[in-house]
Protein backbone atom coordinates (compact mmCIF):
# COMPACT_ATOMS: atom_id res chain seq x y z
CA UNK A 1 0.00 0.00 0.00
CA UNK A 2 0.81 3.85 -0.14
CA UNK A 3 1.59 4.22 3.25
CA UNK A 4 4.44 1.20 3.28
CA UNK A 5 6.56 2.46 0.87
CA UNK A 6 9.93 3.52 2.92
CA UNK A 7 10.29 -0.48 4.43
CA UNK A 8 9.18 -2.21 1.18
CA UNK A 9 12.57 -2.15 0.14
CA UNK A 10 13.53 -5.62 1.88
CA UNK A 11 10.27 -7.69 0.90
CA UNK A 12 10.60 -5.95 -3.19
CA UNK A 13 14.49 -7.81 -2.76
CA UNK A 14 12.91 -10.90 -1.35
CA UNK A 15 9.94 -10.69 -4.58
CA UNK A 16 12.77 -10.33 -6.49
CA UNK A 17 15.28 -13.41 -5.47
CA UNK A 18 11.64 -15.42 -5.38
CA UNK A 19 10.89 -14.88 -8.60
CA UNK A 20 14.70 -15.61 -9.90
CA UNK A 21 14.27 -19.38 -7.70
CA UNK A 22 11.57 -19.60 -9.26
CA UNK A 23 12.30 -18.62 -12.55
CA UNK A 24 15.41 -21.34 -12.55
CA UNK A 25 13.02 -23.66 -10.84
CA UNK A 26 12.22 -25.81 -13.63
CA UNK A 27 15.73 -26.55 -14.42
CA UNK A 28 16.11 -28.59 -11.65
CA UNK A 29 14.13 -31.25 -12.90
CA UNK A 30 10.97 -31.41 -10.24
CA UNK A 31 8.11 -33.55 -11.04
CA UNK A 32 6.04 -31.99 -13.98
CA UNK A 33 3.34 -32.03 -11.39
CA UNK A 34 4.78 -28.99 -9.49
CA UNK A 35 5.73 -27.25 -12.85
CA UNK A 36 1.98 -27.47 -13.54
CA UNK A 37 0.58 -26.35 -10.72
CA UNK A 38 3.26 -23.55 -10.52
CA UNK A 39 2.03 -22.35 -13.90
CA UNK A 40 -1.88 -22.23 -12.70
CA UNK A 41 -0.94 -20.36 -10.11
CA UNK A 42 1.27 -17.65 -12.24
CA UNK A 43 -1.92 -17.64 -14.55
CA UNK A 44 -4.32 -16.86 -12.04
CA UNK A 45 -1.92 -14.51 -10.61
CA UNK A 46 -1.86 -12.52 -14.12
CA UNK A 47 -5.44 -12.51 -14.46
CA UNK A 48 -6.41 -11.60 -11.19
CA UNK A 49 -3.22 -9.07 -11.20
CA UNK A 50 -5.58 -7.67 -14.61
CA UNK A 51 -9.18 -7.94 -13.59
CA UNK A 52 -8.06 -5.79 -10.68
CA UNK A 53 -7.17 -2.77 -12.88
CA UNK A 54 -10.86 -2.10 -13.72
CA UNK A 55 -12.38 -4.16 -11.08
CA UNK A 56 -10.31 -3.37 -8.02
CA UNK A 57 -9.06 -0.12 -8.64
CA UNK A 58 -12.13 1.49 -10.41
CA UNK A 59 -14.78 -0.82 -8.18
CA UNK A 60 -16.28 -2.40 -11.45
CA UNK A 61 -16.99 -6.01 -11.18
CA UNK A 62 -16.63 -7.57 -14.04
CA UNK A 63 -17.89 -11.29 -13.70
CA UNK A 64 -16.83 -11.76 -17.13
CA UNK A 65 -13.30 -11.83 -17.85
CA UNK A 66 -12.95 -15.11 -18.79
CA UNK A 67 -14.24 -14.37 -22.26
CA UNK A 68 -11.40 -12.25 -23.19
CA UNK A 69 -9.32 -14.97 -21.63
CA UNK A 70 -11.39 -17.50 -24.28
CA UNK A 71 -10.99 -14.43 -27.09
CA UNK A 72 -6.64 -14.65 -26.78
CA UNK A 73 -7.29 -18.41 -26.67
CA UNK A 74 -9.36 -18.31 -29.73
CA UNK A 75 -7.52 -15.85 -31.31
CA UNK A 76 -3.72 -17.19 -31.06
CA UNK A 77 -5.30 -20.42 -32.37
CA UNK A 78 -6.89 -18.93 -35.25
CA UNK A 79 -3.63 -17.45 -35.95
CA UNK A 80 -1.46 -20.79 -35.75
CA UNK A 81 -4.58 -22.58 -37.75
CA UNK A 82 -4.56 -19.97 -40.80
CA UNK A 83 -0.69 -18.91 -41.16
CA UNK A 84 0.46 -22.50 -40.22
CA UNK A 85 3.11 -20.95 -37.66
CA UNK A 86 6.16 -21.92 -35.85
CA UNK A 87 6.47 -22.55 -31.90
CA UNK A 88 7.81 -19.64 -31.63
CA UNK A 89 5.31 -17.90 -33.84
CA UNK A 90 2.44 -19.39 -32.08
CA UNK A 91 4.24 -17.88 -28.61
CA UNK A 92 4.24 -14.66 -30.45
CA UNK A 93 0.86 -14.59 -31.64
CA UNK A 94 -0.47 -14.38 -28.31
CA UNK A 95 0.32 -10.94 -28.03
CA UNK A 96 -2.12 -9.87 -31.32
CA UNK A 97 -4.56 -12.11 -29.14
CA UNK A 98 -3.92 -10.03 -26.40
CA UNK A 99 -4.59 -6.62 -28.41
CA UNK A 100 -7.88 -8.60 -30.06
CA UNK A 101 -8.95 -8.77 -26.59
CA UNK A 102 -8.60 -4.99 -25.36
CA UNK A 103 -10.05 -4.27 -29.03
CA UNK A 104 -13.23 -6.45 -27.99
CA UNK A 105 -13.15 -5.18 -24.47
CA UNK A 106 -13.01 -1.10 -25.84
CA UNK A 107 -15.97 -2.28 -27.93
CA UNK A 108 -18.06 -3.75 -25.49
CA UNK A 109 -17.17 -1.45 -22.65
CA UNK A 110 -17.77 1.67 -24.23
CA UNK A 111 -21.27 0.95 -23.94
CA UNK A 112 -21.21 -1.21 -20.92
CA UNK A 113 -19.13 0.69 -18.45
CA UNK A 114 -21.89 3.52 -18.55
CA UNK A 115 -23.52 0.85 -16.32
CA UNK A 116 -23.04 0.38 -12.47
CA UNK A 117 -22.36 -2.01 -9.95
CA UNK A 118 -24.80 -4.98 -9.90
CA UNK A 119 -25.81 -4.05 -13.88
CA UNK A 120 -22.64 -3.73 -15.23
CA UNK A 121 -21.53 -7.19 -13.15
CA UNK A 122 -24.91 -9.19 -14.84
CA UNK A 123 -23.70 -7.37 -18.48
CA UNK A 124 -20.61 -8.79 -18.18
CA UNK A 125 -21.67 -12.05 -17.04
CA UNK A 126 -24.04 -12.00 -19.78
CA UNK A 127 -21.44 -11.10 -22.45
CA UNK A 128 -19.66 -14.22 -21.43
CA UNK A 129 -21.80 -16.03 -22.22
CA UNK A 130 -22.80 -14.78 -25.33
CA UNK A 131 -19.09 -15.14 -26.86
CA UNK A 132 -19.30 -18.47 -25.29
CA UNK A 133 -22.41 -19.51 -27.43
CA UNK A 134 -21.57 -17.94 -30.47
CA UNK A 135 -18.59 -19.87 -30.51
CA UNK A 136 -20.02 -22.89 -29.67
CA UNK A 137 -22.17 -22.45 -32.62
CA UNK A 138 -19.71 -21.29 -35.18
CA UNK A 139 -18.47 -24.21 -37.15
CA UNK A 140 -15.40 -21.76 -38.31
CA UNK A 141 -13.86 -21.60 -35.26
CA UNK A 142 -14.29 -25.18 -34.59
CA UNK A 143 -18.34 -24.73 -32.94
CA UNK A 144 -18.74 -27.42 -30.17
CA UNK A 145 -16.46 -29.67 -31.65
CA UNK A 146 -13.02 -27.24 -30.12
CA UNK A 147 -9.87 -26.90 -31.79
CA UNK A 148 -6.79 -29.24 -31.87
CA UNK A 149 -2.90 -27.24 -32.05
CA UNK A 150 -0.21 -28.76 -32.85
CA UNK A 151 2.11 -29.39 -30.13
CA UNK A 152 5.35 -28.74 -29.44
CA UNK A 153 7.55 -31.19 -30.34
CA UNK A 154 9.87 -31.52 -27.50
CA UNK A 155 9.82 -33.67 -24.20
CA UNK A 156 6.71 -32.71 -22.22
CA UNK A 157 9.28 -31.37 -19.63
CA UNK A 158 11.03 -29.17 -21.48
CA UNK A 159 8.01 -28.20 -23.17
CA UNK A 160 6.12 -27.53 -19.77
CA UNK A 161 9.19 -25.82 -18.21
CA UNK A 162 9.29 -23.16 -21.61
CA UNK A 163 5.76 -22.34 -21.07
CA UNK A 164 6.38 -22.23 -17.60
CA UNK A 165 8.79 -19.64 -17.73
CA UNK A 166 6.43 -17.25 -20.56
CA UNK A 167 3.58 -17.44 -18.12
CA UNK A 168 6.15 -16.66 -14.94
CA UNK A 169 7.46 -13.11 -17.43
CA UNK A 170 3.78 -12.39 -18.28
CA UNK A 171 2.47 -12.70 -14.59
CA UNK A 172 5.39 -10.43 -14.20
CA UNK A 173 5.05 -7.51 -16.52
CA UNK A 174 0.71 -8.39 -15.39
CA UNK A 175 2.05 -7.39 -11.56
CA UNK A 176 4.36 -4.07 -12.61
CA UNK A 177 1.98 -2.60 -14.63
CA UNK A 178 -0.56 -2.83 -11.95
CA UNK A 179 1.78 -1.71 -9.60
CA UNK A 180 2.71 0.92 -12.02
CA UNK A 181 -0.80 1.79 -12.18
CA UNK A 182 -1.34 1.91 -8.77
CA UNK A 183 1.08 4.48 -7.98
CA UNK A 184 0.18 6.87 -10.94
CA UNK A 185 -1.96 9.69 -11.57
CA UNK A 186 -3.98 6.92 -13.82
CA UNK A 187 -4.29 4.91 -10.17
CA UNK A 188 -5.62 7.71 -8.23
CA UNK A 189 -8.68 8.57 -11.11
CA UNK A 190 -9.93 5.24 -10.98
CA UNK A 191 -9.71 5.47 -7.28
CA UNK A 192 -11.64 8.32 -7.13
CA UNK A 193 -14.15 6.66 -9.96
CA UNK A 194 -14.47 4.11 -7.12
CA UNK A 195 -15.25 6.31 -4.21
CA UNK A 196 -17.65 8.22 -5.73
CA UNK A 197 -17.72 8.74 -9.73
CA UNK A 198 -20.06 11.93 -10.05
CA UNK A 199 -17.53 14.14 -7.72
CA UNK A 200 -14.54 12.66 -9.60
CA UNK A 201 -15.76 14.02 -12.81
CA UNK A 202 -16.45 17.56 -11.34
CA UNK A 203 -13.00 16.83 -9.84
CA UNK A 204 -11.79 16.96 -13.68
CA UNK A 205 -11.22 13.14 -13.71
CA UNK A 206 -12.24 12.50 -17.02
CA UNK A 207 -13.95 9.02 -15.73
CA UNK A 208 -15.41 7.20 -19.05
CA UNK A 209 -11.80 7.74 -20.81
CA UNK A 210 -9.99 6.36 -17.59
CA UNK A 211 -12.40 3.19 -17.35
CA UNK A 212 -11.89 2.62 -21.06
CA UNK A 213 -8.23 2.39 -20.81
CA UNK A 214 -8.46 0.49 -17.14
CA UNK A 215 -10.86 -2.17 -19.04
CA UNK A 216 -8.56 -2.27 -22.58
CA UNK A 217 -5.34 -2.78 -20.25
CA UNK A 218 -7.00 -5.10 -17.87
CA UNK A 219 -8.79 -7.25 -21.27
CA UNK A 220 -5.42 -7.30 -23.08
CA UNK A 221 -3.23 -9.17 -20.36
CA UNK A 222 -5.98 -12.39 -20.18
CA UNK A 223 -6.57 -12.29 -23.54
CA UNK A 224 -1.95 -13.00 -24.08
CA UNK A 225 -2.62 -15.26 -20.72
CA UNK A 226 -5.53 -17.29 -22.91
CA UNK A 227 -3.20 -17.10 -25.81
CA UNK A 228 -0.12 -18.85 -24.23
CA UNK A 229 -2.67 -20.92 -22.37
CA UNK A 230 -4.49 -22.08 -25.84
CA UNK A 231 -0.77 -23.47 -26.66
CA UNK A 232 0.01 -25.56 -23.60
CA UNK A 233 -3.56 -27.01 -23.28
CA UNK A 234 -2.93 -27.93 -27.48
CA UNK A 235 -6.62 -28.53 -26.80
CA UNK A 236 -9.21 -25.72 -26.72
CA UNK A 237 -12.74 -25.64 -26.27
CA UNK A 238 -15.32 -23.45 -25.68
CA UNK A 239 -16.23 -25.41 -22.33
CA UNK A 240 -13.00 -25.05 -21.34
CA UNK A 241 -11.56 -21.67 -21.68
CA UNK A 242 -14.91 -19.77 -21.43
CA UNK A 243 -15.60 -21.97 -18.21
CA UNK A 244 -17.43 -19.36 -16.19
CA UNK A 245 -15.68 -20.82 -13.07
CA UNK A 246 -12.92 -18.41 -14.00
CA UNK A 247 -14.43 -15.82 -14.57
CA UNK A 248 -15.92 -16.65 -10.31
CA UNK A 249 -11.98 -17.59 -9.44
CA UNK A 250 -10.71 -14.71 -10.68
CA UNK A 251 -12.65 -11.92 -8.47
CA UNK A 252 -12.96 -13.59 -5.58
CA UNK A 253 -8.82 -14.31 -5.59
CA UNK A 254 -8.74 -10.09 -6.43
CA UNK A 255 -11.50 -9.59 -3.86
CA UNK A 256 -9.62 -12.19 -1.17
CA UNK A 257 -6.23 -10.48 -1.08
CA UNK A 258 -7.79 -7.28 -1.07
CA UNK A 259 -9.10 -5.56 -4.47
CA UNK A 260 -7.56 -1.99 -3.04
CA UNK A 261 -3.72 -2.72 -3.60
CA UNK A 262 -1.19 -4.55 -6.69
CA UNK A 263 -0.09 -7.32 -4.45
CA UNK A 264 -3.88 -8.07 -3.13
CA UNK A 265 -4.60 -10.17 -6.48
CA UNK A 266 -1.25 -11.93 -6.56
CA UNK A 267 -1.74 -12.97 -2.31
CA UNK A 268 -5.15 -14.05 -3.35
CA UNK A 269 -4.19 -16.16 -6.19
CA UNK A 270 -1.25 -17.71 -4.12
CA UNK A 271 -3.08 -18.59 -1.03
CA UNK A 272 -6.50 -19.43 -3.37
CA UNK A 273 -4.10 -21.88 -5.62
CA UNK A 274 -3.28 -23.48 -2.92
CA UNK A 275 -6.06 -24.51 -1.39
CA UNK A 276 -8.24 -25.37 -4.03
CA UNK A 277 -5.42 -27.41 -5.07
CA UNK A 278 -5.23 -28.92 -1.76
CA UNK A 279 -9.11 -29.46 -1.56
CA UNK A 280 -9.18 -31.25 -4.47
CA UNK A 281 -6.50 -33.61 -3.88
CA UNK A 282 -7.90 -34.70 -0.36
CA UNK A 283 -11.36 -34.14 -0.62
CA UNK A 284 -14.25 -35.11 -2.89
CA UNK A 285 -15.05 -32.45 -5.55
CA UNK A 286 -18.63 -32.13 -4.53
CA UNK A 287 -17.40 -31.16 -0.90
CA UNK A 288 -14.26 -28.98 -1.94
CA UNK A 289 -16.52 -26.83 -4.03
CA UNK A 290 -18.73 -26.43 -0.62
CA UNK A 291 -16.17 -25.25 1.15
CA UNK A 292 -14.87 -23.44 -1.44
CA UNK A 293 -18.62 -21.30 -1.76
CA UNK A 294 -18.53 -20.83 1.97
CA UNK A 295 -14.65 -19.01 1.91
CA UNK A 296 -17.17 -16.90 -0.51
CA UNK A 297 -19.19 -15.95 1.82
CA UNK A 298 -16.51 -16.11 4.92
CA UNK A 299 -14.15 -13.57 2.78
CA UNK A 300 -17.05 -11.11 2.45
CA UNK A 301 -18.56 -10.76 5.79
CA UNK A 302 -15.35 -10.80 8.19
CA UNK A 303 -12.75 -9.55 5.46
CA UNK A 304 -14.40 -7.08 3.23
CA UNK A 305 -11.27 -5.47 2.25
CA UNK A 306 -8.65 -8.36 1.89
CA UNK A 307 -7.03 -10.80 3.43
CA UNK A 308 -3.99 -8.21 3.31
CA UNK A 309 -5.93 -5.22 5.39
CA UNK A 310 -7.62 -7.55 7.35
CA UNK A 311 -4.27 -9.10 8.85
CA UNK A 312 -2.77 -5.50 8.73
CA UNK A 313 -5.65 -4.64 11.47
CA UNK A 314 -4.91 -7.46 13.52
CA UNK A 315 -1.64 -6.61 13.77
CA UNK A 316 -2.20 -2.90 14.60
CA UNK A 317 -4.49 -3.88 17.15
CA UNK A 318 -2.64 -6.60 18.97
CA UNK A 319 0.92 -4.51 19.11
CA UNK A 320 -1.39 -1.63 20.63
CA UNK A 321 -2.70 -4.18 22.92
CA UNK A 322 0.39 -5.97 23.84
CA UNK A 323 3.31 -4.03 22.42
CA UNK A 324 4.25 -6.94 21.23
CA UNK A 325 3.05 -8.88 17.68
CA UNK A 326 3.38 -12.48 18.70
CA UNK A 327 -0.55 -12.94 17.79
CA UNK A 328 -0.13 -11.37 14.31
CA UNK A 329 -0.17 -14.75 12.45
CA UNK B 1 -43.71 -21.12 -19.38
CA UNK B 2 -44.15 -17.53 -19.08
CA UNK B 3 -45.92 -17.50 -15.98
CA UNK B 4 -43.79 -19.58 -14.16
CA UNK B 5 -40.92 -17.35 -15.10
CA UNK B 6 -43.13 -14.27 -13.11
CA UNK B 7 -43.23 -16.60 -10.56
CA UNK B 8 -39.83 -17.03 -10.19
CA UNK B 9 -38.90 -13.70 -10.72
CA UNK B 10 -41.29 -12.21 -8.82
CA UNK B 11 -39.57 -13.01 -5.40
CA UNK B 12 -35.88 -12.33 -6.92
CA UNK B 13 -37.24 -8.65 -7.77
CA UNK B 14 -38.53 -8.43 -3.99
CA UNK B 15 -35.12 -8.78 -2.38
CA UNK B 16 -33.44 -6.50 -5.10
CA UNK B 17 -36.04 -4.24 -4.36
CA UNK B 18 -36.70 -3.71 -0.76
CA UNK B 19 -33.04 -5.10 0.44
CA UNK B 20 -30.98 -3.79 -2.48
CA UNK B 21 -29.77 -7.95 -2.25
CA UNK B 22 -28.89 -9.29 -5.19
CA UNK B 23 -29.71 -13.30 -5.21
CA UNK B 24 -27.94 -15.05 -7.03
CA UNK B 25 -28.74 -18.30 -5.40
CA UNK B 26 -32.76 -17.42 -6.10
CA UNK B 27 -33.18 -19.87 -8.84
CA UNK B 28 -30.98 -22.78 -6.94
CA UNK B 29 -33.45 -22.34 -3.77
CA UNK B 30 -36.07 -22.88 -6.71
CA UNK B 31 -33.86 -26.18 -7.95
CA UNK B 32 -33.62 -27.69 -4.46
CA UNK B 33 -37.60 -27.38 -4.22
CA UNK B 34 -37.18 -28.83 -7.35
CA UNK B 35 -35.39 -32.00 -6.18
CA UNK B 36 -36.90 -32.33 -3.36
CA UNK B 37 -40.52 -33.05 -4.88
CA UNK B 38 -38.78 -35.54 -7.34
CA UNK B 39 -37.35 -37.45 -4.45
CA UNK B 40 -40.94 -37.29 -2.89
CA UNK B 41 -42.58 -38.37 -5.98
CA UNK B 42 -40.43 -40.93 -6.45
CA UNK B 43 -40.73 -42.48 -2.74
CA UNK B 44 -44.07 -41.81 -2.03
CA UNK B 45 -45.79 -41.07 -5.11
CA UNK B 46 -47.11 -38.11 -3.62
CA UNK B 47 -48.02 -34.88 -6.18
CA UNK B 48 -45.63 -32.13 -6.63
CA UNK B 49 -48.15 -29.99 -6.20
CA UNK B 50 -48.91 -31.40 -3.07
CA UNK B 51 -44.91 -31.41 -1.93
CA UNK B 52 -45.25 -27.14 -1.89
CA UNK B 53 -47.16 -27.27 1.14
CA UNK B 54 -44.18 -28.20 3.06
CA UNK B 55 -41.06 -27.15 0.98
CA UNK B 56 -42.66 -23.43 0.48
CA UNK B 57 -42.68 -23.38 4.40
CA UNK B 58 -39.35 -25.45 4.81
CA UNK B 59 -37.39 -22.92 2.74
CA UNK B 60 -39.26 -20.22 4.26
CA UNK B 61 -37.61 -20.79 7.53
CA UNK B 62 -34.21 -21.65 6.19
CA UNK B 63 -33.78 -18.53 3.84
CA UNK B 64 -34.90 -16.62 7.31
CA UNK B 65 -31.94 -18.37 8.98
CA UNK B 66 -29.42 -18.03 6.23
CA UNK B 67 -30.56 -14.33 6.17
CA UNK B 68 -29.39 -13.91 9.68
CA UNK B 69 -26.94 -15.73 9.38
CA UNK B 70 -24.96 -14.61 6.11
CA UNK B 71 -27.16 -11.84 4.56
CA UNK B 72 -27.73 -9.09 7.82
CA UNK B 73 -23.73 -9.07 8.30
CA UNK B 74 -23.56 -6.87 5.07
CA UNK B 75 -27.00 -5.37 4.68
CA UNK B 76 -25.52 -2.07 6.11
CA UNK B 77 -22.57 -2.43 4.12
CA UNK B 78 -21.93 0.71 1.44
CA UNK B 79 -22.12 -1.20 -1.50
CA UNK B 80 -24.69 -4.52 -0.23
CA UNK B 81 -25.36 -5.31 -4.27
CA UNK B 82 -21.86 -6.59 -4.86
CA UNK B 83 -21.39 -7.94 -1.27
CA UNK B 84 -24.72 -9.98 -1.66
CA UNK B 85 -23.98 -10.52 -4.63
CA UNK B 86 -20.35 -12.55 -3.99
CA UNK B 87 -22.16 -14.31 -0.91
CA UNK B 88 -25.41 -15.35 -2.50
CA UNK B 89 -23.03 -16.36 -5.47
CA UNK B 90 -20.90 -18.33 -2.76
CA UNK B 91 -24.66 -19.57 -1.06
CA UNK B 92 -25.35 -21.27 -4.84
CA UNK B 93 -21.94 -22.66 -5.36
CA UNK B 94 -22.85 -24.47 -1.93
CA UNK B 95 -26.24 -25.40 -2.97
CA UNK B 96 -25.79 -26.52 -6.12
CA UNK B 97 -23.30 -28.91 -5.00
CA UNK B 98 -25.12 -30.10 -1.64
CA UNK B 99 -27.90 -31.42 -4.32
CA UNK B 100 -24.85 -33.05 -6.71
CA UNK B 101 -23.73 -34.91 -3.48
CA UNK B 102 -27.06 -35.99 -3.10
CA UNK B 103 -28.56 -36.39 -6.28
CA UNK B 104 -26.35 -37.04 -8.41
CA UNK B 105 -25.71 -35.33 -12.05
CA UNK B 106 -27.88 -36.93 -14.18
CA UNK B 107 -30.72 -34.48 -15.58
CA UNK B 108 -34.14 -35.42 -14.13
CA UNK B 109 -37.65 -35.64 -15.15
CA UNK B 110 -40.84 -35.14 -12.99
CA UNK B 111 -43.03 -37.63 -14.23
CA UNK B 112 -46.22 -37.39 -12.70
CA UNK B 113 -49.89 -39.03 -13.93
CA UNK B 114 -50.90 -36.35 -16.08
CA UNK B 115 -47.22 -35.53 -17.89
CA UNK B 116 -47.64 -35.59 -21.54
CA UNK B 117 -51.83 -36.49 -20.89
CA UNK B 118 -53.46 -33.50 -23.07
CA UNK B 119 -57.28 -32.63 -23.31
CA UNK B 120 -58.61 -31.23 -26.47
CA UNK B 121 -60.64 -28.48 -27.04
CA UNK B 122 -61.61 -27.46 -30.57
CA UNK B 123 -58.28 -28.38 -32.49
CA UNK B 124 -56.22 -27.58 -29.77
CA UNK B 125 -54.74 -30.06 -27.75
CA UNK B 126 -53.77 -28.82 -24.23
CA UNK B 127 -50.58 -30.59 -22.60
CA UNK B 128 -52.06 -30.52 -18.23
CA UNK B 129 -48.32 -30.13 -16.93
CA UNK B 130 -48.07 -26.87 -18.50
CA UNK B 131 -51.63 -25.77 -17.62
CA UNK B 132 -50.72 -26.71 -13.80
CA UNK B 133 -47.49 -24.72 -14.18
CA UNK B 134 -49.67 -22.03 -15.06
CA UNK B 135 -52.46 -22.01 -12.97
CA UNK B 136 -49.58 -22.35 -9.92
CA UNK B 137 -47.61 -19.42 -11.10
CA UNK B 138 -50.54 -17.32 -11.35
CA UNK B 139 -51.92 -18.31 -7.62
CA UNK B 140 -48.52 -17.72 -6.47
CA UNK B 141 -47.67 -14.27 -8.00
CA UNK B 142 -51.64 -13.24 -6.87
CA UNK B 143 -50.71 -14.11 -3.55
CA UNK B 144 -47.50 -11.89 -3.66
CA UNK B 145 -49.53 -8.86 -4.69
CA UNK B 146 -52.43 -9.43 -2.49
CA UNK B 147 -49.98 -9.52 0.56
CA UNK B 148 -47.90 -6.50 -0.43
CA UNK B 149 -51.56 -4.19 -1.14
CA UNK B 150 -53.31 -5.81 1.74
CA UNK B 151 -51.90 -7.16 4.90
CA UNK B 152 -49.45 -5.10 7.26
CA UNK B 153 -46.43 -6.66 6.97
CA UNK B 154 -46.68 -6.55 3.28
CA UNK B 155 -47.66 -2.44 3.40
CA UNK B 156 -44.51 -2.50 5.89
CA UNK B 157 -42.66 -4.07 3.12
CA UNK B 158 -43.40 -1.81 0.60
CA UNK B 159 -42.91 0.84 2.95
CA UNK B 160 -39.24 -0.29 3.89
CA UNK B 161 -38.84 -0.71 0.14
CA UNK B 162 -39.60 3.27 -0.70
CA UNK B 163 -38.55 4.92 2.25
CA UNK B 164 -36.06 2.79 4.71
CA UNK B 165 -35.31 5.38 6.93
CA UNK B 166 -39.05 7.09 7.50
CA UNK B 167 -40.41 3.60 7.54
CA UNK B 168 -38.10 3.13 10.68
CA UNK B 169 -39.20 6.26 12.21
CA UNK B 170 -42.60 4.94 12.15
CA UNK B 171 -41.44 2.11 13.99
CA UNK B 172 -41.24 -0.60 11.41
CA UNK B 173 -38.52 -3.06 12.66
CA UNK B 174 -36.88 -3.57 9.20
CA UNK B 175 -34.20 -5.93 10.25
CA UNK B 176 -37.27 -7.88 10.57
CA UNK B 177 -39.03 -6.82 7.45
CA UNK B 178 -36.20 -7.88 5.48
CA UNK B 179 -35.87 -11.26 7.29
CA UNK B 180 -39.28 -11.46 6.32
CA UNK B 181 -39.17 -10.58 2.65
CA UNK B 182 -36.25 -12.47 2.33
CA UNK B 183 -37.76 -15.91 3.39
CA UNK B 184 -40.75 -15.22 1.13
CA UNK B 185 -38.79 -14.25 -1.83
CA UNK B 186 -36.92 -17.72 -1.59
CA UNK B 187 -40.38 -19.81 -0.77
CA UNK B 188 -41.49 -18.17 -4.15
CA UNK B 189 -38.25 -19.53 -5.54
CA UNK B 190 -39.25 -23.01 -4.08
CA UNK B 191 -42.70 -22.95 -6.11
CA UNK B 192 -41.30 -21.71 -9.31
CA UNK B 193 -38.82 -24.06 -9.22
CA UNK B 194 -41.45 -26.68 -8.89
CA UNK B 195 -43.02 -24.68 -11.98
CA UNK B 196 -39.94 -25.38 -13.85
CA UNK B 197 -39.80 -28.44 -13.18
CA UNK B 198 -43.19 -29.54 -14.37
CA UNK B 199 -42.41 -28.20 -17.84
CA UNK B 200 -38.60 -29.13 -18.34
CA UNK B 201 -35.85 -31.49 -17.59
CA UNK B 202 -33.92 -30.27 -14.66
CA UNK B 203 -30.35 -31.06 -13.66
CA UNK B 204 -27.88 -29.69 -10.98
CA UNK B 205 -26.14 -27.06 -13.05
CA UNK B 206 -29.62 -25.61 -14.36
CA UNK B 207 -29.96 -23.14 -11.64
CA UNK B 208 -27.59 -21.04 -14.08
CA UNK B 209 -29.89 -20.50 -16.94
CA UNK B 210 -32.84 -19.85 -15.06
CA UNK B 211 -31.20 -17.10 -12.98
CA UNK B 212 -30.63 -15.12 -16.36
CA UNK B 213 -33.83 -15.61 -17.36
CA UNK B 214 -34.21 -14.35 -13.77
CA UNK B 215 -32.71 -11.44 -14.52
CA UNK B 216 -34.23 -10.75 -17.72
CA UNK B 217 -37.57 -10.65 -16.27
CA UNK B 218 -36.49 -8.71 -13.75
CA UNK B 219 -34.65 -5.94 -15.36
CA UNK B 220 -37.57 -5.56 -18.33
CA UNK B 221 -39.98 -5.53 -15.33
CA UNK B 222 -38.53 -3.08 -13.49
CA UNK B 223 -36.86 -3.96 -9.92
CA UNK B 224 -39.47 -4.44 -7.36
CA UNK B 225 -42.48 -4.30 -9.44
CA UNK B 226 -44.68 -7.17 -9.19
CA UNK B 227 -46.88 -6.49 -11.66
CA UNK B 228 -44.22 -5.54 -14.07
CA UNK B 229 -42.15 -8.72 -13.60
CA UNK B 230 -45.25 -11.02 -14.17
CA UNK B 231 -45.63 -9.22 -17.55
CA UNK B 232 -42.27 -9.31 -18.56
CA UNK B 233 -42.48 -13.27 -17.53
CA UNK B 234 -45.44 -13.73 -19.37
CA UNK B 235 -43.42 -11.74 -22.66
CA UNK B 236 -40.57 -13.90 -22.38
CA UNK B 237 -42.33 -16.76 -22.60
CA UNK B 238 -43.86 -15.71 -25.43
CA UNK B 239 -40.37 -14.73 -27.05
CA UNK B 240 -38.64 -18.03 -25.83
CA UNK B 241 -41.91 -19.72 -27.77
CA UNK B 242 -41.73 -18.13 -30.68
CA UNK B 243 -37.76 -17.89 -31.28
CA UNK B 244 -37.90 -21.65 -30.52
CA UNK B 245 -40.23 -22.30 -33.29
CA UNK B 246 -37.87 -20.33 -35.79
CA UNK B 247 -34.06 -20.64 -34.52
CA UNK B 248 -32.14 -23.77 -34.14
CA UNK B 249 -32.56 -24.77 -30.48
CA UNK B 250 -29.01 -23.56 -29.29
CA UNK B 251 -29.41 -20.70 -31.05
CA UNK B 252 -32.54 -19.19 -28.20
CA UNK B 253 -30.13 -19.15 -25.26
CA UNK B 254 -28.08 -16.25 -27.27
CA UNK B 255 -31.52 -14.33 -28.27
CA UNK B 256 -32.13 -14.09 -24.89
CA UNK B 257 -28.89 -13.23 -23.55
CA UNK B 258 -28.66 -10.50 -26.47
CA UNK B 259 -31.95 -9.18 -25.61
CA UNK B 260 -30.79 -8.98 -22.19
CA UNK B 261 -27.64 -7.27 -22.89
CA UNK B 262 -29.77 -4.86 -24.95
CA UNK B 263 -32.20 -3.97 -22.70
CA UNK B 264 -29.81 -3.36 -19.69
CA UNK B 265 -27.63 -0.82 -22.50
CA UNK B 266 -31.42 1.40 -23.73
CA UNK B 267 -33.15 0.52 -20.28
CA UNK B 268 -31.72 -0.16 -17.15
CA UNK B 269 -34.40 0.59 -15.21
CA UNK B 270 -36.81 -1.23 -16.85
CA UNK B 271 -39.72 -1.37 -19.91
CA UNK B 272 -42.42 -0.68 -17.08
CA UNK B 273 -40.68 2.28 -15.00
CA UNK B 274 -40.61 5.61 -15.66
CA UNK B 275 -37.75 6.14 -13.79
CA UNK B 276 -36.22 4.74 -10.61
Not at chain 1, 105 to 124: D, E, H, K, N, S
Not at chain 1, 215 to 222: D, G, I, V
Not at chain 1, 224 to 251: E, Q, R
Not at chain 2, 60 to 72: D, E, G, K, P, T
Request: proline share 4%; aromatic share 12%.
Amino acid sequence: MRGSRPDSRGPMWFVVIAMLAAAVFPWFGPPVYFISFLYTVFLYMCLASAWNMIGGYAGYISFGHVAFFGIGAYAAALLMKTFDLSALGTVLSSIPAGVVAAAVAVIVGYPCLRLRGPYFAVITLCFAFVVDLAIKNLPIVGGADGLWLKAMDLPIEISRAVMFELMLVLMVVTVLVSAKISHSRFGAGLRAIKEDEEVAQTMAVNAPWLKIRAFALSAFFPGIAGGLHAYYLTYIHPDIVFDVNISILIVLMALFGGGGSWLGPVIGAAVLSLVNELLSTFVKAELARIIYGSLFIIVIIFMPNGVIEFLGRLRKASSAHHGTSETAT
Amino acid sequence: MGAVYALLGVGFSLTWGVMRVINISHAAFGLLGAFIAYTVLKRWGIDPVVTMVFTVPFLFVAACLIYRLVISPVARAKEVMVSSMIITFGLAIILENLILLVWGADPRLLTTSYTSKCFVLGSFYFQYSPLIGFAMAMVGVAAIYVFLKMTYTGKAVRAAWQQPDAAQLYGINLKRISMITFGLAVASAGAGGLGMALLYSFEPTSHNLWLVHLFLVVIVGGVGNVLGTAAAGLTLGLITGFSLAVLPYQWVNLVTFGLLMVILLIRPQGLFQSEV
